[in-house]
C-alpha cells in the first residue's frame, strides 16, 4: 500500500508540471530539506508511547499556480524508535520497535509575492500517509503499517536567483501506530514537529 501511495504522489507531481507547462508557467521549485522530527508522548491507560527524536530528510515539489498559490507534494524519511510502556501488571510489557517512518504529503500552499525582491512568507496545510516499517522486528510482534495524516506549517524562502533557501516549520498529525498488535494499542493522536531548512531550485 505505501508503495502506492508515493507513486501516486510523484503521479500527480509530474501531472502538475507537465500542466504547468502547457499553459506557459514556469513557476515549478524542487526542494530537499534536512529535517527534526520530536514526536509528542502520549499515555493512555495502561499503555504509554514515545518516540525518540529524530533527523530526517525531506524533498518536495511546488507548483505555483500564481503568485498567491502554490500545490506542493512531498516526501520525507526518518529512522527512529516508537516505544511503548505499561503499567506494572498489564499483558503487553514493554516494547521498542526500531522503524523506518515516511511520510507522503500533499498541501495547499499560500504565499506571497516575492518582497524586497528575494524574500516570500508562505503558509501551508494538507495531509496524507505516514508509513511505519519495523526493522528487525518478529512479524508476530510488529507489521508494517500505514496511517492518514494531516499537514500544516508555513516558513519563508530565500530566492538567489534560480537558486535559494527554505526555512520551514511543519507539524504532522496521525493516530499512534500499533504495528497491526492489540497490545501495542494507544487509540490516541499523537502530534510530530518537523523543523527543517534547506535548498530549493527554481525553474
Not at 524562502?157 to 501495542?184: C, M, S, T, V, W
Amino acid at each position: 500500500m505505501h508503495r502506492s501511495a508515493l507513486i501516486g504522489i510523484l503521479v500527480v507531481g509530474l501531472a502538475l508540471g507537465c500542466g504547468a507547462m502547457a499553459q506557459g508557467f514556469q513557476r515549478n521549485e524542487l526542494s530537499a530539506q534536512v529535517s527534526g522530527l520530536f514526536t509528542r508522548s502520549t499515555n493512555n491507560t495502561p499503555t504509554t508511547h514515545l518516540a525518540t527524536d529524530s533527523a530526517g530528510l525531506l524533498v518536495g515539489y511546488r507548483l505555483h499556480l500564481n503568485r498567491w498559490e502554490a500545490l506542493e507534494v512531498e516526501y520525507g524519511y526518518t529512522r527512529n524508535g516508537q516505544r511503548y510502556a505499561t503499567t506494572p501488571g498489564a499483558p503487553a510489557g514493554n516494547f521498542a520497535i526500531s522503524s523506518n517512518m515516511q511520510e507522503a504529503i500533499a498541501n495547499e500552499v499560500i504565499t506571497t509575492p516575492r518582497l524586497l525582491g528575494f524574500l516570500q512568507p508562505f503558509v501551508l496545510a494538507g495531509g496524507g500517509v505516514v508509513i511505519f516499517t519495523p526493522r528487525n522486528t518478529d512479524p508476530a510482534v510488529a507489521r508494517v503499517q500505514t496511517r492518514g495524516a494531516w499537514n500544516y506549517g508555513a516558513g519563508v524562502d530565500f530566492h538567489i536567483f534560480q537558486l535559494g533557501a527554505r526555512i520551514e516549520y511543519q507539524g504532522l498529525i496521525f493516530k499512534i501506530p500499533d504495528y497491526k498488535n492489540p497490545l501495542l494499542s494507544v487509540n490516541k493522536w499523537t502530534h510530530v514537529a518537523q523543523p527543517s531548512v534547506g535548498l530549493i531550485l527554481t525553474f
